[in-house]
Antibody, heavy 120, light 105 residues
Framework: EVQLLESGGGLVQPGGSLRLSCVAS????????MSWVRQAPGKGLEWVSG????????YYADSVKGRFTISRDNSKNTLSLQMSSLRADDTAVYYC?????????????WGQGTLVTVSS | IQMTQSPSSLSASVGDRVTITCRAS??????LNWYQQKPGKAPKLLIY???SLQSGVPSRFSGSGSGTDFSLTISSLQPEDFATYYC????????FGQGTKVEIQ
């Protein structure tokens, strides 16, 4: 069974940093692109960042460019999102998703999500 | 690429035929996917590449369209279908529509 398990969420002050992790199992992690998608409370879905199979290609939404860094460790089946200069509007549930890559980029499956709250 | 869904919400009854539309600001060929999300749960893939039904998804769900105009149709609404639906383009990076909430009439 394909599983994605996120961790690392929590409460952080504005301007602070946080690192999210996602451990994948049940598929050959190194052969799939991956993405992070977030959802602010009561709001819709927002794609945040994506990464190619090797990690050589990284992509970001304009809202997080320059503040967030996506990375992966294929030896540990782990996807990460380093978030810095956090703002109140970064408060959201962050989902790790398996991304079918390129223009075939549908997301399946999704992790259960980890909540990030940015507040003083 | 901007994705615009309509309507933003709708009320329907069990057994109704429901159609949700999604319009892209430029052509995305068939690079359009649909998701269902229930409260407190992660989204679930329903349709990929505009019209391909994801494995395990009931056949009452169908997708159509190409270029800039797409639709998701539920042929006979069931109680478990009351949820929020999102379209997502994969033509240029990634992006979602704002969602359509399907409520019980």
């Amino acid at each position: 069974e394909v599983q994605l398990l996120e961790s690392g969420g929590g409460l952080v002050q504005p301007g602070g940093s946080l690192r999210l992790s996602c451990v994948a199992s049940g598929f050959t992690f190194s052969t799939y692109a991956m993405s992070w998608v977030r959802q602010a409370p009561g709001k819709g879905l927002e794609w945040v960042s994506g990464i190619s199979t090797s990690g050589g290609g990284t992509y970001y939404a304009d809202s997080v460019k320059g503040r967030f860094t996506i990375s992966r460790d294929n030896s540990k089946n782990t996807l990460s999102l380093q978030m810095s200069s956090l703002r109140a509007d970064d408060t959201a549930v962050y989902y790790c998703v398996k991304d079918y890559g390129g223009s075939l980029g549908w997301f399946d499956p999704w992790g259960q999500g980890t909540l990030v709250t940015v507040s003083s | 690429i901007q994705m615009t869904q309509s309507p933003s919400s709708l009320s329907a009854s069990v057994g109704d035929r429901v159609t949700i539309t999604c319009r892209a600001s430029q052509s995305i060929t068939n690079h359009l996917n649909w998701y269902q999300q229930k409260p407190g749960k992660a989204p679930k893939l329903l349709i990929y590449a505009a019209s391909s039904l994801q494995s395990g998804v009931p056949s009452r769900f169908s997708g159509s369209g190409s270029g800039t105009d797409f639709s998701l149709t539920i042929s006979s609404l069931q109680p478990e279908d009351f949820a929020t639906y999102y379209c997502q383009q994969s033509h240029s990076t990634r992006g979602f529509g704002q969602g359509t909430k399907v409520e019980i009439q």
